[in-house]
C-alpha cells in the first residue's frame, strides 16, 4: 500500500529524502479501539488535519452524539478529544483514516466531503488553499546600493519593498533566518543566510534571502526547507537560478479573473467565508514547537495578551534578530482570538497577522485598526500612534491609559492560566507514558482559548436576547472572569462587539 503525500511530483527543484528501509516493510497499523468511548467510535488514527463534524449551534463544540456522512473514499472517525479552560467538554472531531504523522487536523466548520473539501464555500475561497506561488525571489546585500532584488519571477511583479521584508534590519549580525511577512494582499516566506568570504567587494560577508510570495500564509511551510538550501546555493554559486525556475513554473498560480490578473482580498483561511474570528494554521517547523515555546516564553502574560487581542488592539512585538521564532509568536497571538460562533466578529476589525515589518510599512499601519505584527527595528518604540500594546521581550505595556487597568494579572486570569499548563502537563504525560501523539500542544492552545471566547460570547449572547439584558457578578464568574478585575475589559469587550447589555457589579451600575 502507497501512501498518498500531499506533496507534488519530484521535480528538479525537489530534494528527494533517503528511503526508509523499515516503512516499506511495516503495514500501516491497526486502529486500536478506546473501550470509554467504543459506542461513539473512538479510533487511535493518527492523523494531519482535524475535522469537526458536528458543531453545537452557538457553542462551537459538539454536545450530542452526531453522524459522519462522507462519500470520501478514505473513511471519517469521529474522535473525541477534551480539551476546556473551566469543565470537561468534548469536541468531535474527524480523524481520516490515513496513518501518516501524528495529532489531528484544523476545524474545518463545514462540509466532510474532501472529494469537495467546503460544499458550500465559493471555488475562490477553496482556491486558497491549493499551493499557489506568485512570485519566486533572490535578495542580495549589495554593499553600494544596499538591499535589493537580484532575480524574480515573474520578471514584471511589483516587488517593491520585498528588499526590506526579506532581509531583517540587523541581520548582518546572524548567520541564518527564516521571515514571514505581508506584500500587499500577500503573504511571504524568506531565508536568510549570511557567508563569509575573503572579498575585499563584499567587505567579508556575502549576505541573500531566497522567498516566495502566496496569497496565503498556511502553506508556506512546505517550502522551508527547500527555501533553506536554496539561499545557501545562492551563496556558494551566485547566478544559478535553475532550481527557482523549475520551482515557479510547478507551482506558479492560476489566479481567479479579475481583470488585471491580482487577488483583489487578502484571503487567510477558508473558514473566513464564514467566521473572521477563526484564523488558519500554520505548520510549525520550530524544534521546540510554536505553542509550547509562546508559553514557555510568556508565562501567565498570555492572559493579558487575549484580553488585547479579543478587543482587536494594535500589537508590536519587538525583538532584535533572529526574527523568525517572532513571527510565530504573531501567529500564537492571533489564535488567542480563535470564535466558532457564527456571527460573532462580524462588525469588528478583522485581526490580521503582518509578520514582520520595517519603516518601510509605516504608511500602511497608519491606516490598520486592528493588527499582529513584529519588528527588529526599536525606532517603532516612539511611534506610538502606530501601535496600542508595545511587546519588547516579555514586557507587555500600553501607553493608553484606558488600557492600563488590563496589564494587571487578576486571580480570575491566574487560574486560567493554572489550568491551561495543568492540562499542558497531562497532555505531555500521556505522549510521554502512553505514546498517545493523537493530540499535540498546539491542539490543546487553540481548543481551550477557542472555548473560553466561545463560552464568553455565548453567554453575552444569551443575556442580550433575555428579558433582563443584565450581566451580574455570578455571570462574570460563569465566563471564567473576575467580576472586580475584569470590568474593564468586559466593558471594552461590549463596546467593541456592540453588544447592547447592562453591567452591574456591586450595585454600580454602567451601560
Known sequence: MVEQSDRAPLLDWEEIPPPDPNQAAQPPPEPQRDEGTAAAGKTSHPSGRRTPTCIASGTGWSRSSCTVTSTNPITAVPTAVTYSPSRNITAVVVSRDKPSGCG????????????????????????????????????????????MVEWCLPHDIDLDGVEFKSMASGSHRITSDFIYFRKGNYFGLACFANMPVENELERGARMKSVGIL?????????????????????????????????????????????????VTSCPTWTVVSINRCMHPEMKITHP????????QFFGEQIMVLWKFVLLRKRLLIFSPPPIGVVCYRVYCCCCLANVSIPGIGVSVPELRPF??????????????????????????????????????????KTHRSHLQPLLRLNAADKEKYRKLSEQRQMLLYSQEVDEDCSANEEDLFILFFMELNNRIFQTLSEVAGSSDPTITADHMRAMGLDPQGDRSFLEDLLEVYGIDITLVIDNLCCS
Not at 472529494?115 to 525571489?137: C, H, L, M, N
Not at 521546540?288 to 508559553?295: E, K, L, N, R, V
Open 288 to 295: 521546540a514547537g510554536c505553542m509550547s515555546q509562546f508559553i
Open 104 to 147: 489531528f487536523g484544523r476545524p474545518e466548520p463545514v462540509g466532510t466531503d474532501r472529494s469537495y473539501p467546503f460544499p458550500g464555500i465559493t471555488a475562490r475561497d477553496q482556491w486558497e488553499e491549493k499551493d499557489q506561488i506568485v512570485a519566486v525571489f533572490v535578495v542580495t546585500f549589495d554593499t553600494r546600493s544596499g538591499n
Open 355 to 396: 509578520f514582520y515589518i520595517n519603516i518601510a510599512d509605516i504608511s500602511a499601519l497608519e491606516t490598520e485598526l486592528s493588527y499582529v505584527a513584529c519588528t527588529t527595528e526599536k525606532i517603532f518604540e516612539d511611534k506610538k500612534e502606530l501601535y496600542d500594546v508595545y511587546i519588547d521581550n516579555q514586557n507587555v
Open 214 to 262: 502566496s496569497p496565503s500564509y498556511t502553506l508556506l511551510y512546505r517550502y522551508m526547507h527547500f527555501l533553506e538550501n536554496q539561499v545557501r546555493h545562492q551563496l556558494q554559486c551566485p547566478g544559478q537560478y535553475s532550481p527557482l525556475e523549475a520551482f515557479y513554473e510547478d507551482k506558479k498560480a492560476v489566479l481567479p479573473p479579475t481583470g488585471n490578473g491580482l
